[in-house]
C-alpha cells in the first residue's frame, strides 16, 4: 500500500475515534470538551484528504487554507465541508480559550452532527477518486511524493505549509 493511502487511512480511523469521543463527552454533559473533540475529528478527516494530495500544515489555519484551495475550489468536496471546517475552528477556540464560555446541549449535538457529515464527504471522496488518483496531483502538477514531512514555503511566503514527501 502506498505510504499517502496508509496515512491517509490512518487519519480516516483517528478522526472517527475523535468523534466516538466527542459524542461520548455529550452524553456525559461535558459540551465544551464534545465540540473540541468533534473539530480534532474533522481536523483529522481534512488532513487525511490532504494526505493524499501530499500537503499538510503545522498550524491549524494553514490545514483550513490547504483544505479550501486544493479541494473546496477544485469541488473534490463541497463548500459546505470548507464552512463547517471554519466554524469548527472557532467554537473549538471559544470552547478552549474563552472565559465564561457557554456551549449548549444543542450546539455540541449540532457540531457533532456536522462533524458525521463532514467525515462522511471525506471518506466519499478518499473512496471514489479510484484510490486517490486524482487527488495524488499536488497544487504545482508534481505527483511523486518523497520520505518524511518539511515545513517549507506557500506562496512565497514563510509558513508551516509543506508537502509531504514519502
Do not use: W
Request: contains cysteine.
Amino acid at each position: 500500500m502506498e505510504p499517502k493511502i496508509e496515512l491517509a487511512k490512518y487519519r480516516l480511523e483517528d478522526a472517527k475515534e475523535k468523534l466516538c469521543s466527542a459524542e461520548m463527552l455529550l452524553n456525559s454533559n461535558s459540551f465544551k470538551d464534545s465540540v473540541s473533540r468533534s473539530y480534532y475529528a474533522m481536523f483529522s478527516a481534512a488532513r487525511a484528504l490532504l494526505a493524499m494530495k501530499c500537503l499538510d500544515s503545522s498550524k491549524h489555519s494553514g490545514i483550513i487554507s490547504l483544505f479550501n484551495h486544493h479541494l473546496v475550489k477544485t469541488g473534490i468536496v463541497g463548500k459546505r465541508c470548507g464552512r463547517i471546517l471554519a466554524k469548527a475552528k472557532t467554537v473549538r477556540e471559544k470552547s478552549d480559550y474563552g472565559d465564561f464560555t457557554v456551549v449548549t446541549k444543542e450546539e455540541a449535538n449540532n457540531q457533532i452532527e456536522e462533524a458525521r457529515e463532514f467525515i462522511q464527504e471525506v471518506e466519499i471522496a478518499l473512496k471514489t477518486n479510484d484510490r486517490g488518483r486524482d487527488l495524488m496531483e499536488s497544487g504545482n502538477g508534481q505527483t511523486s511524493c518523497f520520505c518524511g514531512y518539511f515545513p517549507g514555503h506557500f506562496r512565497g511566503k514563510k509558513s508551516g505549509l509543506g508537502v509531504l514527501r514519502y
